[in-house]
């Protein structure tokens, strides 16, 4: 038995002091009072700050200076995990921008290879596109925009282990199919829409969520809510967020965490190559050329694509400069997304019999060490 102590514990029934976190076998046993550690357990002690479930991102399109799309493998997978593992992130979803159906095949092998091999983090795969509305592309190449049919159906569904997220524009694909992919247990989400209320609801019964809200989707307005106050206003679609104070103002993402239900809003990255590897200022997306303009990434025409955020940032920037509650920002970045996923039962908060995969916060909310089912990598290590 190995047990964590002296940090503060986020648990699902608060931020907790003076209590220790007890694993084995990488699966959490207990939470005890520390007067309360069992006598020849193994005990670490942590130099105070914050313990909690590590985040996870179902939203993750590159790290460590490497991008899914541009080489579809499993190490690509690898090192992209590894340099977010740095920023508390212990579980994401590989994500892959909308691309020719074949690299689409191969980044079903890439990530279903990772799963096999139990690579540390890895929890499915998303695909952004390529079934979504060409006016709200945003950095999509448009060549790769379509119809989706039969045949993409058993495509998306075919990993046949993990999760998969499959984010499309409703009014841009027949309900039936989105009817289909759900039935053979993908998890979909509407994005790069410009679908009306009446479209949401339509699809509201298939549709688990939306993905980065407020970005590349029809606007809130006051008269015609838009496909963003759908989002906002259906209680039972969870959304995501990009809280890096670039695509969505401080003060609306606020907004949106005091419109939607608890649980209902949680964080993602939408992160490209530069995340880890600092030093990297321009990449490729397909033929397109991204670059870092002040700390945002863009195309040669100005569009944003992606984002240079990281986990532990989100987490920080919520707390700071959107007002919101740490206890809640934690469950934000862990169990909120771990229910979208429907993996509540294994992962995303700290309780007995979940997995213990953690992440130490330091007092300032910088990220000082994680466990991935209860292998420690401290934060300096995996830079």
């Avoid at 340099?83 to 921008?97: E, S, V």
């Avoid at 993908?186 to 980065?212: K, P, R, W, Y």
Wanted: glycine share 12%; with cysteine.
């Amino acid at each position: 038995m190995e047990v964590l102590a002296g940090a503060r514990l986020h648990t699902p029934e608060g931020i907790l002091s003076g209590r220790a976190l007890l694993f084995a076998g990488g699966v959490i046993r207990d939470i005890v009072a520390e007067d309360a550690i069992p006598a020849r357990a193994q005990v670490t002690r942590l130099a105070g700050g914050t313990l909690a479930a590590g985040f996870i991102d179902v939203q993750v399109n590159g790290g460590g200076g490497v991008m899914f799309n541009d080489a579809p493998t499993s190490a690509t997978i690898a090192a992209i995990g590894h340099a977010h593992r740095a920023f508390g992130t212990t579980g994401f979803l590989p994500t892959f921008i909308s691309g020719p159906r074949a690299d689409m095949g191969r980044a079903i092998e890439a990530v279903r290879e990772a799963l096999d091999q139990g690579m540390p983090g890895v929890l499915g795969i998303h695909f952004e596109g390529p079934h979504i509305n060409l006016a709200r592309r945003g950095a999509h190449d448009a060549r790769d925009i379509g119809p989706l049919g039969d045949d993409d159906i058993d495509l998306l569904a075919s990993l046949g282990t993990g999760r998969t997220l499959v984010t499309l524009a409703p009014e841009s694909v027949e309900p039936a199919h989105i009817g289909a992919l759900a039935g053979r247990g993908v998890i979909v989400a509407a994005g790069h829409t410009e679908a009306d209320a009446g479209t949401f609801d339509m699809a509201a019964s298939e549709l688990t969520g939306v993905t980065h809200l407020f970005n590349a989707m029809g606007p809130l307005g006051h008269r015609e809510l838009g496909a963003a106050g759908a989002a906002l206003t259906r209680d039972s679609l969870a959304c995501s967020i990009i809280a890096d104070g670039i695509h969505v103002h401080w003060d609306v993402v606020r907004l949106a965490w005091r419109a939607k239900p608890r649980g209902k809003l949680f964080l993602v990255t939408d992160a490209m190559a530069p995340v880890g590897a600092p030093a990297l200022d321009e990449f490729s997306l397909g033929d397109e050329r991204v670059r870092v303009v002040d700390s945002c990434l863009r195309t040669a025409d100005g569009r944003l694509a992606g984002s240079l955020l990281d986990m532990g940032q989100a987490v920080r920037n919520c707390v700071a400069h959107a007002g919101i509650p740490l206890e809640e920002v934690l469950a934000m970045a862990a169990a909120y997304p771990a229910d979208f996923l429907g993996l509540a039962e294994s992962r995303g908060r700290l309780a007995p019999g979940l997995r213990a995969d953690l992440v130490w916060l330091d007092d300032e909310l910088g990220v000082r060490a994680t466990w991935i089912e209860g292998e420690r990598s401290d934060a300096s290590e995996v830079q």
